[in-house]
């Protein structure tokens, strides 16, 4: 989630799992503050497109005909880049208190101008020009804005007062739109059409405030290209996250196989040269030995099943998801319920980092957590694959812990997401988003 998301006219929010509540919430969306601080916004672009837009005419009229003036005419070029730098200021910080969109600014250059050579700066930033573009375009979009809004507004409340003031007209009938109404049911035709435009406001003032902010996010914004660098500093520390969670599961692969099968194999070898030894002057003990190195192997396969199914089982290439955490699910001291709708098989990667994931909260929750159950959803919708395991336990997960801030380096490898909600006496939720195509 990003910090610029609009959250223009916040007050419809047509929820709710019943018609009631739906209704409710449209009705409430009518009165809303934000709808009022939203359509307070279209209102004021208008008035301050069309002073931004007086500036710019009046100050590049003015600059180039002082051109034969030298100095003159630059200081005015100067003076009116200054004034639309400052209006794009003002406007974005317009856009976050009316509005409730947050518009970054544009990237500082990596050495800042001063004195002199700031004033030319001015005539060299392309931000600069661009907020000149915005205070021109400003005008004619709020002006189409703001009359949209306005007219739609009023005609909704002429509109829905119609009956109010029917029978005090001459005639005993109301004037709207040119024409004369004068039966009744005209007029309850007309406050049902007032209603309808009343309710359809709110929706309608949204889509204009994002419009406008996508609009100003374009102009006085970023801009693509600091975008395009914030994603590829995004994309370089997402690398280096999944180089580092490469690194120490190597590093544990190393660990499990010189501390568990290698050293069970040792033990192994050890007992079959005793046995071999005692073959011919002690069978019985021989054979009390080879029985002790049956065990021995039967324990290294057992750990050599369990690491190889950490790093990627054959039941998840084979036979898929569902079956790969069922797997899980059975082996858990903790009962598991799995419940995997999953239509469509996703990428390799992906269901590997899914059944990782999956594999290492189930640990967490049977180590840490005291719970009496657990579950483990996984759905897929549209192309993203969500994953999301619960517990009942006495939560307090830490998220930047070692085991959790490794699942999410691993998730963010592949542009995934991973959120825990973790509250002290539980419950752990922890929900991953992986992207597997379309």
């Known amino acids: 989630m990003t910090a610029e998301q609009a959250?223009?006219?916040?007050?419809?929010?047509p929820g709710g799992g019943t018609a009631g509540g739906q209704a409710a919430?449209?009705?409430?969306?009518v009165v809303s503050a934000r709808t009022w601080l939203a359509v307070i916004h279209l209102l004021s672009g208008m008035v301050l497109g069309f002073a931004s837009f007086m500036v710019v005419v009046i100050g590049l009229t003015v600059g180039v005909a002082g051109l034969v003036l030298l100095l003159a005419g630059v200081l005015?070029?100067?003076?009116?880049?200054?004034?639309?730098?400052?209006?794009?200021?003002a406007e974005r910080a317009r856009f976050a208190l009316l509005a409730g969109v947050r518009i970054a600014e544009p990237p500082s250059p990596a050495v800042r101008p001063s004195g002199e050579r700031r004033r030319w700066w001015l005539f060299t930033s392309a931000a600069v020009w661009r907020s000149l573009v915005y205070a021109v375009v400003r005008f004619p979009l709020g002006l189409v804005e703001g009359l949209l809004v306005s007219l739609w507004w009023a005609a909704a409340g002429a509109l829905l007062a119609s009956p109010?003031?029917?029978?005090?007209?001459?005639?005993?009938?109301?004037?709207?739109?040119?024409?004369?109404?004068r039966s009744p049911l005209a007029v309850t035709l007309a406050a049902l059409a007032g209603l309808v435009l009343l309710l359809a406001a709110p929706p309608l003032t949204e889509v204009l405030v994002a419009g406008d902010a996508a609009v100003t996010r374009w102009l006085i914004g970023p801009g693509?290209?600091?975008?395009?660098?914030?994603?590829?500093?995004?994309?370089?520390?997402?690398?280096?996250r999944v180089v580092d969670a490469g690194e120490a599961e190597r590093r544990r692969i190393e660990r499990d196989l010189h501390d568990g099968a290698q050293q069970r194999l040792v033990s192994l070898a050890m007992d079959l040269g005793r046995a071999?030894?005692?073959?011919?002057?002690?069978?019985?003990?021989?054979?009390r030995i080879v029985a002790e190195a049956h065990e021995q192997a039967k324990l290294a396969l057992s750990e050599l099943r369990s690491l190889v199914r950490g790093v990627h089982p054959p039941?998840?290439?084979?036979?898929?998801?569902?079956?790969?955490?069922?797997?899980?699910?059975?082996?858990?001291p903790v009962p598991?319920?799995?419940?995997?709708?999953?239509?469509?098989?996703?990428?390799?990667?992906?269901?590997?980092?899914?059944y990782f994931v999956v594999a290492e909260s189930l640990t967490n929750v049977a180590k840490h957590a005291r719970a009496s159950r657990a579950e483990v959803t996984v759905t897929r919708q549209g192309g993203a694959l969500l994953v999301r395991v619960f517990d009942d336990g006495v939560g307090g997960a830490d998220p930047r812990g070692q085991g959790l801030s490794g699942l999410a380096d691993r998730v963010a490898g592949i542009d995934g997401q991973l959120s825990v909600t973790s509250p002290p006496g539980g419950p752990t939720v922890i929900e991953v988003t992986l992207l597997c195509g379309s």
């Open 224 to 240: 693509s290209q600091a975008g395009l660098t914030a994603r590829i500093g995004e994309l370089e520390s997402s690398r280096a």
């Open 164 to 181: 109010a003031y029917y029978g005090l007209l001459p005639g005993g009938g109301a004037h709207l739109g040119g024409f004369w109404v």
């Open 276 to 287: 071999r030894a005692r073959f011919a002057d002690d069978p019985d003990a021989a054979e």
């Open 315 to 332: 039941v998840l290439s084979d036979r898929g998801l569902d079956a790969a955490l069922s797997g899980l699910a059975a082996l858990s």
């Open 336 to 354: 598991v319920t799995v419940q995997a709708t999953v239509p469509e098989r996703c990428p390799p990667s992906v269901e590997a980092i899914a």
């Open 76 to 89: 005015v070029l100067l003076a009116t880049l200054w004034l639309c730098w400052q209006f794009a200021r």
């Open 7 to 13: 959250g223009p006219a916040a007050g419809y929010r």
């Open 25 to 29: 919430a449209i009705l409430r969306a």
